[in-house]
């Protein structure tokens, strides 16, 4: 069965500073990718990052980076540099490619970042 | 704005009833995703349409349809709704379906209430 899991509710991060929120992923499939979407709270869902099981290197979007550990099966989402509206609810979801392609997300931590 | 549109924004409707939520596309993508967000169960995937064709089944109940039309623009119907039907309905669309294709822009949802 495909399962995340993030075990972070909610996380504070003072402003300008780096926050690392976490992703463990559970599949039996060779073939997957792991995604971050934001959603502030005006609702909108906003996809940030996107790691492929075959790269060999970490992704990252500007402030945004995937610490993807393999063995350890984690795909933790790097923000340096926080800034105010960095606020939201973030979420980790993985997709299969060779089980249907289904996605699945995880609960979703709630990041607030201080002045 | 993420190019993409949905409509209506907001839906108020019975249990029993039928409901249709309508998405277009970003010009020039092929790909159209359905996802729901409820409190209960989170954010689930429902299914993937590619240039008309059924890509990818999530967790769709079978009260629940879709399609894309020729035009690329995507419907989803809801039928015999409940109360548990009751979420955020997001559409995204990506330019293709593959691996290399990951990048997905959502619609701003249709949010279903069912009394």
């Known amino acids: 069965a495909q399962k995340i899991t993030q075990t972070q509710p909610g996380m504070f991060v003072q402003e300008k500073e780096a926050v690392t929120l976490d992703c463990t992923y559970d599949t039996s499939d060779p073939s997957y990718g792991l995604f971050w979407y934001k959603q502030p709270s005006s609702g909108e869902m906003i996809f940030l990052i996107y790691?492929?099981?075959?790269?060999?290197q970490n992704a990252t979007e500007g402030r945004y980076s995937l610490n993807f550990q393999k063995a350890r099966k984690s795909a933790n989402l790097v923000i340096s540099a926080s800034q105010l509206g960095d606020s939201a609810m973030y979420f980790c979801a993985m997709r299969s490619y060779n089980y249907g392609q289904n996605f699945v997300f995880g609960p979703g931590t709630r990041l607030s970042v201080l002045p | 704005d993420s190019g993409v549109t949905q409509t209506p924004k907001h839906l108020i409707t019975a249990t029993g009833q039928r409901v249709t939520l309508r998405c277009s596309p970003r010009?020039?993508?092929?790909?159209v995703y359905w996802y729901q967000q409820s409190l209960d169960q989170g954010l689930q995937f429902l299914i993937q349409y590619y240039n008309g064709e059924e890509r990818a089944k999530g967790n769709i109940l079978e009260r629940f349809s879709a399609q894309q039309f020729p035009d690329l623009h995507s419907e989803l119907n809801l039928s015999s709704l409940e109360l548990g039907d009751s979420a955020l309905y997001f559409c995204a669309s990506s330019v293709g379906s593959g691996l290399e294709y990951n990048e997905q822009f959502f619609g701003p949802g249709t949010r279903l209430t069912v009394l």
């Open positions: 790691q492929g099981s075959y790269d060999q």
């Open positions: 010009s020039g993508d092929l790909s």
